[in-house]
């Protein structure tokens, strides 16, 4: 009854919210927009145009169809909408078309698709323990997560500014996270699986799922001491997971098997000649490693140790999308990315199978496969932080270790997003947009925290207070310098490298707390 009238009471503040943040989004309609919206519309003719057999070998734009079949099924969806708004969008051989109704057209459909987005951060909010009784509506812990959600900034700025359909879909996750917290295991495993089949990133966090759903649900009972009582095993619940994972699977790729296109699917969905890194290096491990390599073949050039016909020119920084070479240290193999992902996710996985913590145990371990994955992937976007930015927020309003690692991250990895959005229109929207997050994440969850010790110390505080400098010097300081001319990546390189300390260290320092928690009687029994 009092969830009943928490629900009731909370209805209108979190349609304000959520109405808000959707005109918000409809006054970035005019704003800049990366290839990726041509990616899109290009997708949208292919699906409306094509039959299913040519889809993924239609390659009339560069922008050929990478994502899985769900997603293109998906554009196929909107596609018989576009042709309303202006049927020309939908032909293939219209490479760059931008009219006027094709803008409104996409830019409407990733507001209007999330939609779901905003129905899973409600059942989000439902599943945050509001232990903390708060009087002001603004210090609960469901009103703060439903802000940090819902006006998330580097969402904002990656759908409806960069332009993609990252809302629709993280709906689709945190929708499967709130049906686990709610132990409706069945629908939040088929809300993963279909997930999985509209965009393939998803699969770092499948671990998370795979062994909480095991503990969780194929298992039905632990012992008093919380270790697992091996006789609970259900047969039942493990052939329901498989079934739902075989049904998805079939109905995505069951047709691309028939025509024998599995493999053209697969090369498609994994193209490994894309290189380590992405034109701009995301804020991770390889960055470091990219920036000491460079360091040691600057110095090495100094000293005469290195002969300089045999290094390529701007080696890693010549802002294109491709494989190199390291200089000085070995080259990273797509293998080698992966064994280095496979070894940072074990621990968090093990975690959660010998320390068990229920949908706690389960978020945290979901957040350290997004950040290990993220450090150590081969070719990682820069926009894939809020793989781990999203869930974090669910744990950041509970516990103050949380909180104070949430805005590292956050802060960091939002900064981090700053060059996907490097023309000049676009820089007051984007400081003004970072600045009323980043003090909102901050005050809010300092007042819900207030009676415990300081968020971040003094060390961590300077680290991001250091962030402004940064950002004075690469959009103002260093277009004035004659370097511009010479090395334009370096704007780049110092806020990828700087960013990805913060990143690295948000990651170690979640990984220590979750490695020497020690979990109570209570959560045992749980």
């Not at 009854?1 to 989004?25: H, I």
Request: glycine fraction near 4%.
């Amino acid at each position: 009854s009092a969830g009943r009238a928490m629900a009731a009471g909370g209805r209108s503040w979190f349609r304000a919210l959520a109405l808000g943040v959707s005109f918000l989004k409809c006054l970035l309609i005019p704003a800049y927009y990366s290839t990726d919206f041509e990616v899109h519309r290009n997708w949208l003719a292919i699906t409306h145009n094509l039959p299913l057999s040519q889809w993924y070998y239609e390659a009339t734009s560069e922008w050929t169809l990478d994502y899985p079949p769900f997603f293109a099924w998906f554009e196929y969806a909107l596609s018989h909408v576009a042709k309303y708004f202006d049927p020309k969008m939908l032909v293939i051989e219209n490479l760059n078309y931008t009219s006027r109704a094709t803008i409104f057209f996409q830019r409407f459909s990733v507001i209007f698709t999330d939609i779901l987005f905003i129905y899973a951060v409600r059942e989000c909010c439902r599943c945050v323990n509001g232990k903390r009784a708060a009087k002001d509506i603004l210090e609960k812990p469901t009103f703060i997560l439903a802000v940090l959600l819902l006006w998330n900034f580097g969402l904002l700025i990656v759908d409806h500014i960069h332009f993609q359909y990252n809302g629709f879909l993280f709906g689709l996750m945190l929708l499967s996270v709130a049906r686990l917290c709610q132990k409706r295991y069945l629908e939040g495993a088929l809300l993963f699986a279909v997930l999985l089949h509209f965009k393939h990133i998803y699969m770092y966090v499948a671990p998370a799922y795979g062994i909480y759903l095991l503990r969780s649900y194929c298992f039905t009972a632990n012992n008093a001491d919380g270790s697992l009582k091996w006789r609970s095993f259900s047969f039942l619940h493990v052939t329901l997971l498989g079934l739902i994972v075989c049904l998805v699977s079939a109905l995505s790729l069951g047709p691309f098997i028939v025509l024998g296109q599995l493999p053209q699917v697969i090369s498609r969905l994994f193209p490994f000649k894309r290189g380590l890194c992405h034109a701009y290096w995301a804020p991770n491990f390889w960055a470091l490693y990219n920036a000491v390599d460079k360091a040691l073949t600057i110095f090495g050039l100094k000293c005469n140790f290195l002969d300089p016909t045999k290094i390529p020119k701007a080696s890693m920084t010549g802002g294109l999308v491709q494989e190199f070479q390291h200089t000085v240290l070995p080259s990273v193999t797509p293998l080698a990315t992966l064994i280095c992902t496979f070894i940072s996710i074990l621990p968090s996985v093990f975690c959660l199978w010998f320390k068990p913590q229920g949908p706690r145990g389960f978020l945290q371990c979901l957040v350290l496969c997004a950040l290990s994955s993220f450090m150590f992937g081969w070719h990682v976007h820069e926009k894939a932080i809020l793989l781990a930015i999203l869930p974090l927020s669910l744990l950041s309003v509970q516990r103050a270790k949380d909180a104070g690692i949430y805005l590292i991250l956050t802060t960091t990895g939002h900064f981090s997003l700053f060059p996907l959005l490097f023309t000049p229109p676009e820089l007051p929207i984007k400081i003004l947009l970072m600045l009323l997050f980043t003090v909102y994440s901050f005050s809010s969850l300092k007042s819900l925290f207030r009676r415990e010790r300081p968020l971040l110390n003094w060390l961590e505080t300077i680290y991001l207070a250091q962030l402004v400098p940064l950002e004075i010097f690469c959009e103002i300081v260093f277009p004035l310098t004659p370097w511009k001319g010479h090395f334009p990546f370096v704007p780049l390189l110092l806020t990828s490298v700087y960013c990805a300390l913060g990143v690295a260290y948000a990651w170690l320092k979640l990984y220590v707390s979750v490695l020497t928690e020690r979990i109570s009687v209570r959560q045992k029994a749980e």
